[in-house]
């Protein structure tokens, strides 16, 4: 994608409206889940955005601290009840560090893809390692990729078709680098807007593999934030990582 980069997806403008249009409903299910596994202990939020899990995790007694490369995307979480109580270490969640150690670091909404080399996601798995206690873990949530599936490897599909506008998901996938070019495009009376974005596609297996180089192994993957089983007709996996041992 000619010209991109990570603020293309997470500048200014994308910041105002990532709340009201990239939402999924699961919210509520994710922090239920976060906080049972943080068991009263720190968390961690990997490319914490705008809040959206850290905010009512935090509301829900965990302790939480973040890490988060877009300073518009924290601007958001400043301007919610609550926002000023979440410590943010700005930089590149596959490098920097907050100097802390919890018992859960998280990385959800499939962000991990926002790193765009195996090299990077490696690293991130390496950076999780170095920031979790003894005990602690590590949960990643992504979707599994399908791109590679589709018929010549570019797509439309609609990903809304309402009376006053409708949203197409426009992508071309590249299997050798694995990676997914991708925008939002909302047609409406008002116009049209595009909302691009890169990510790097990785199955379960290869995150099994990170995970090992980093020193850590699966204690449980699942097919939701429900702990529905996990199958080969899965959309999505949510995979904790413990030390190994």
């Known amino acids: 994608m000619d010209g991109y980069t990570p603020m293309t997806s997470f500048g200014r403008d994308e910041s105002l409206r ?33 809040g959206r899990i850290a905010l009512p995790l935090a509301a829900a007694g965990v302790s ?7 300073p ?7 301007e919610k009840p609550g926002g000023d109580r979440i410590a943010v270490t700005m930089g590149d969640m596959a490098q920097v560090g907050t100097g802390r150690t919890y ?7 499939n962000t991990i893809g926002n790193l765009l080399t195996q090299d990077d996601q490696v690293r991130c798995f390496e950076n999780a390692a170095r920031h979790l206690t003894a005990d602690g873990v590590f949960v990643v949530e992504c979707l ?14 609609a990903e809304h078709v309402g009376v006053d506008y409708v949203v197409l998901d426009v992508c071309r996938y590249d299997p050798v ?3 997914l070019d991708e925008s939002h495009v909302r047609i409406s009376p008002s116009g049209i807007t595009l909302g691009p974005i890169r990510v790097r596609l990785a199955a379960p297996p290869e995150f099994d593999l990170m995970a090992r180089l980093a ?12 702990q529905e089983p996990f199958t080969q007709d899965s959309q999505r996996h949510v995979s904790v990582y413990e030390r190994s041992s």
Request: charged residues 25%; without cysteine.
């Open 64 to 70: 939480v601290d973040g890490i988060e490369m877009s």
């Open 103 to 109: 018992g859960l670091v998280y990385l959800v909404y």
């Open 177 to 179: 680098s694995q990676i």
């Open 72 to 78: 518009h995307m924290v601007e958001r979480m400043r």
């Open 18 to 50: 990532y709340d009201a249009e990239d939402t999924r409903g699961d919210e509520a299910q994710a922090v239920a889940f976060l906080a049972k596994l943080a068991g009263g202990r720190d968390a961690l939020e990997f490319a914490v955005g705008t």
């Open 215 to 226: 020193g850590l192994s699966l204690r449980h993957r699942w097919g939701g934030w429900d």
């Open 144 to 157: 599994v990729p399908t791109a590679a599936q589709r018929v010549g490897r570019q797509f439309v599909d």
